[in-house]
């Protein structure tokens, strides 16, 4: 256990911890909130053990849910929790309708002194030194995900084949490249390095395989003239809002946590372009019987990039294009007001357990 302060205590633990720790947690620190992240299925024992940790404190959920239909399985998980917090809109909409008194938005937010755009003749500076002099006039995207299935790493290094294809086509060159921040030898995704050969792009492709601290990241996004996600399923998408807090448009399916961000819905805009889903499959598992996968066609993602591409060659259109990405993404994914909004929540939540548990009316009968 390390005490970091007086207000921060870590305990590590194996898994997801044990109901007997959680037990003697509450016991010893008494909590005024149990907040938890992540996917419930991990804390199963905890919400079987509900009515113990309700005779200390609430449950508040920092929840994401990745697409329709409703989950009624997960409606014991909503009923035991006193606070909802949903950092994608699709899971507000969706959840609130049942459980309209505890669910609320809090968007995710980033500060603005970890991604940002920085001078162009630096972001110039590092193109060159980290692609080289000889792509320094590349129209150049980037990709930041793990390489495994849900995020299509293939159908990506494919779209972008056919976009390549397209510019020779209608511009009469191949100067494009795509960075793709991920492992491409990761056993839960295909050899992309083997995908890159087979479909005569790897001269294209710059893989940065190494992790990353936040400034070289920036610098990532920075040297980069739009940033692709074309994920099945993707509860919220943290590398495009990454992206687009550095003034960097976004290509994106219309899913999930995704579509608020590449769709202004105060005007219905689209800060990069935003890519209609052509599928929809309905998936599921034991413990999550039914879900959507929502699959965006490789072709439009390749048009796609095109169409900034062209907007990239305006230097007048391309700033109206980058201003406005960088406002929106300021407004409404305001580090300021997300921490706002915690704040009151918890408080309210606290508030309100409070009294309901002081409220509460106890009744013996004798036999």
């Known amino acids: 256990t390390v005490v970091v302060n007086d207000d921060f205590i870590i305990k590590p633990v194996d ?14 620190e008494k909590p005024d909130i149990l907040f938890l992240f992540t996917d419930p299925r991990f804390f199963t024992w905890l919400f079987e053990i509900e009515d113990e940790i309700k005779e200390v404190c609430p449950i508040v959920w920092w929840h994401v849910w990745d697409n329709y239909p409703y989950p009624e399985y997960n409606r014991f998980y909503y009923e035991a929790t006193d606070a909802i ?40 500076a590092h193109k060159k030194n980290l692609l080289g002099p000889n792509r320094l006039d590349h129209f150049t995207g980037i990709w930041v995900n793990r390489n495994a299935k849900r995020k299509r790493p293939n159908d990506v290094l494919e779209s972008f084949s ?41 001269e294209n492709i710059f893989f940065s395989r190494d992790r990353l601290d936040f400034d070289k990241m920036n610098i990532l996004y920075n040297i980069s003239d739009y940033c692709v ?20 448009p976004i290509i994106a399916a219309k899913t999930g946590g995704l579509t608020r961000q590449v769709v202004n819905h105060r005007n219905k805009s689209q800060n990069g372009v935003a890519i209609d889903i052509k599928l929809q ?26 169409k900034l591409y062209k907007i990239n060659k305006d230097p007048n259109r391309r700033s109206k294009l980058k201003k406005k990405v960088l406002d929106y993404a300021r407004k409404e994914f305001s580090y300021q007001d997300t921490v706002d909004m915690w704040h009151k929540s918890m408080l309210d939540t606290v508030s309100e357990f409070k009294k309901n548990k002081n409220n509460k009316k106890w009744t013996i009968t004798e036999f």
Request: charged share 20%; with cysteine.
């Open 162 to 202: 056919k976009f390549l294809d397209l510019l020779e086509k209608r511009e009469g060159h191949r100067k494009a490249s795509l960075i793709m921040h991920t492992e491409p030898n990761d056993s839960e995704g295909p050899n992309l390095f083997a995908t890159a050969e087979m479909l005569g792009i790897h």
């Open 281 to 306: 499959s309905l998936v599921g598992s034991q413990t999550v019987p039914y879900i959507y996968e929502d699959y965006v066609d490789n072709f439009d993602v390749a048009k796609a990039m095109f």
């Open 85 to 124: 917090n949903c950092h994608s809109h699709m899971t507000y909409s969706m959840i609130k309708e049942k459980f309209p008194e505890k669910t609320n938005f809090i968007p995710h937010a980033i500060p603005e002194n970890i991604f940002h755009p920085i001078p162009e003749k630096d972001a110039l």
């Open 229 to 248: 996600n074309i994920s099945f399923a993707e509860g919220f998408g943290l590398a495009t809002l990454e992206s687009m807090m550095a003034g960097v």
């Open 15 to 28: 898994g997801f911890g044990t109901p007997d720790l959680l037990r003697v947690t509450l016991a010893t």
